[in-house]
């Protein structure tokens, strides 16, 4: 996914590198559609309602959790309290300090099957919002009964991916958009931090310059060890798990020092 040797690169105002980061695991350490439970008195759900997901189906699940969240009487304010309350991964607001003080080189971006209010709130209270130039996610907001409704991103054809949501479509279709508006020059290196099954189809097209960075021991990083013993799947990208943060930092230390 990084661009070949003979296109012109980026103008010196332009960031070179796109990191795309997952939200749930990967910036937060928790899954936010469970810790938005804790806004609940209980604090769980009827066994009626959680025995109805399907797989492939996350996105209706959750809005008929939302639903029910709604007719339980549950606030905006409990729901946006508990969303704010979910603690970062270790050593990630080293990283994105580190990303802070190197912005003219990398451009941020979040791609996630939360949804915008989740996501939105959380940056916002942890005083990140502004260093992220596009949040892909899925739609959600509170109307006007005071419940919190959920929508689909997009509709796809991956055979990979739920329904709702493919995060390769995302990533295809915002490099066309960025290069095109960047005078045709490519970004230089793409890096995709994540930790679920979900993040290994967009990490699937990156290019032999660029970084897959899996948690480790979360799904994403299981996958990419399959493929890796398997050897039926071509993965072009290099990888480097991580358990914190600051290991993501280390590695783009180095690559920003081959100027």
């Keep these: 996914m990084s661009a070949p040797s003979n296109v012109t690169y980026a103008t010196p105002q332009e960031p070179r590198f ?5 939200f749930d695991e990967t910036l937060i350490n928790h899954n936010s559609d469970d810790a938005v439970l804790r806004a609940m008195p209980c604090q769980q759900l009827p066994d009626w309602l959680k025995n109805s997901f399907r797989d492939g189906q996350y996105n209706e699940y959750m809005q008929k959790v ?3 969240m709604a007719d339980q009487n549950v606030s905006e304010d409990s729901i946006h309290s508990a969303i704010v309350k979910i603690p970062p991964t270790p050593g990630l607001l080293s990283l994105v300090q580190f990303l802070q003080n190197q912005k003219q ?3 941020l971006v979040v791609v996630s099957d939360a949804n915008m209010y989740f996501i939105e709130k959380w940056l916002e209270a942890a005083g990140l ?3 992220f130039r596009k949040i892909f996610t899925n739609p959600a907001s509170f109307d006007e009964s005071g419940r919190l409704v959920l929508l689909p991103f997009h509709s796809h054809s991956c055979p990979r991916c739920p329904g709702n949501m ?5 990533l295809r279709e915002y490099l066309a958009i960025r290069q095109k508006e960047r005078g045709g020059a490519p970004f230089q290196r793409v890096f995709y931090i994540g930790d679920g099954s979900n993040d290994m189809c967009p990490s699937l097209v990156l290019g032999p310059r660029d970084t897959a960075f899996p948690r480790r021991d ?6 990419l060890l399959g493929i890796q013993q398997s050897q039926k799947v071509t993965f072009k990208a290099n990888v480097v798990p991580w358990n914190s943060g600051e290991d993501i930092v280390d590695c783009l230390k180095n690559i920003i020092s081959e100027r």
Excluded: G, S, T, W
């Design 129 to 131: 919002r502004h260093l």
């Design 105 to 107: 080189d990398f451009e």
């Design 18 to 22: 796109l990191v795309l980061f997952d």
């Design 166 to 170: 493919c995060k390769q479509v995302i």
């Design 218 to 223: 979360f799904p994403m990083h299981r996958l």
């Design 66 to 68: 939302l639903a029910y």
